[in-house]
């Protein structure tokens, strides 16, 4: 699926047309937008000082923004999307086939009816606009279906699942809460190291290109190799304490986003989704903790997704409904 798993330069004419869309300054645009999803979901449980954060909030707020600031498309289609997506990141093999037909099927008829309409100048019409520069000609249909749909399912699980991790840590440890709350100029470098110690990603697939020989194990062309970009953030080597929550580390950089021509073009736009998160959790929900005898499971692939997260805290009040 694009762009995943091609190389330059067709690769980089799509990161080409897709990166203007998702520059540190042209994603700072989305904040208010974003706060106010945060706060509508936030509102539809504060009232009953608990919820599951993963199905009521983390699930939900990466593909309403998708939605509202991306595709600008109704959030009615979201709400019959999130099972059909978690099936084909985190289903069965006989649920994954089904659900990525299913997205696929959504996104093609999307892009279709955007075709017949006046261009917006957004991230759609760059898809559909999207050209092969080595030819000249337009890239194929499937193509941009498949960027788009990639984008989509990327919005809605790899991003839930880095909310999931970090407000299970804000649950789990008040000590971290509390300082987070106190030291609200930290949020920034926070985010960077709660990504660290807990990627979303456990890593990706690539294939070798030529024979190589790498910590002993030997790999041929088109061998296909698990890049695990989880245990490169938690690498004794890069991190001094690489399994601590330090957000005072000198080390920002580190892999959770991928590394090279590859990757994330949406970091900057989890980030913003994640410190948005952070800063309303810690004003609305300061006391946020795990339900007592909490039991949380995990289903691991390729992802590492939370599958509930029982929380408790004070009940407050409602600040609206951004619709």
């Known amino acids: 699926m694009l762009p995943e798993e091609i190389d330059p330069p067709y690769h980089t004419n799509w990161r080409g047309a897709l990166n203007k869309h998702f520059t540190v300054r042209k994603v700072a645009e989305w904040e208010d937008s974003v706060r106010k999803q945060v706060d509508a979901l936030i509102d539809n449980f504060i009232a009953t000082g608990e919820c599951d954060f993963v199905k009521e909030f983390a699930a939900l707020l990466p593909g309403r923004v998708f939605f509202v600031t991306l595709l600008q498309a109704p959030l ?6 999130v099972d059909v997506v978690d099936d084909a990141i985190m289903g069965s093999p006989e649920e994954q086939g089904p659900a990525w037909a299913a997205l696929h099927t959504y996104i093609e008829g999307y892009l279709e009816e955007r075709q017949q309409q006046p261009p917006r100048g ?8 999207g050209v092969d520069t080595e030819t000249g000609e337009p890239c194929s249909w499937d193509d941009k279906v498949n960027v788009a749909t990639l984008f989509l399912s990327g919005a809605v699980g790899t991003t839930a699942s880095a909310i999931g991790s970090m407000v299970l840590h804000l649950a789990s440890h008040p000590e ?7 030291n609200p100029d930290e949020h920034e470098r926070a985010v960077e190291e709660l990504l660290r110690l807990n990627s979303p990603v456990t890593g990706t697939s690539r294939t070798a290109t030529k024979p190589i020989e790498l910590a002993g194990s030997q790999f041929q062309p088109g061998d296909r190799v698990v890049v695990n970009f989880a245990a490169a953030c938690r690498d004794p080597e890069v991190y001094d304490e690489p399994l601590e929550f330090r957000p005072d580390r000198d080390q920002t950089r580190s892999a959770v986003f991928g590394l090279g ?11 913003l989704e994640l410190k948005t998160s952070l800063e309303q959790i810690l004003r609305r929900l300061p006391d946020i903790a795990l339900k007592a005898d909490a039991t949380v499971t995990y289903s691991t692939g390729l992802l590492r997704i939370i599958n509930e997260l029982p929380v408790t805290f004070t009940p407050g009040a409602k600040v609206g409904d951004p619709r």
């Open 76 to 81: 009615e289609d979201l709400d019959r999307l």
């Open 122 to 129: 957004d991230f759609i019409d760059s898809i559909l606009e």
């Open 261 to 271: 021509p590859h990757r994330c073009v949406g970091s900057h736009a989890a980030r």
């Open 176 to 182: 971290d809460r509390d300082w987070l709350a106190a």
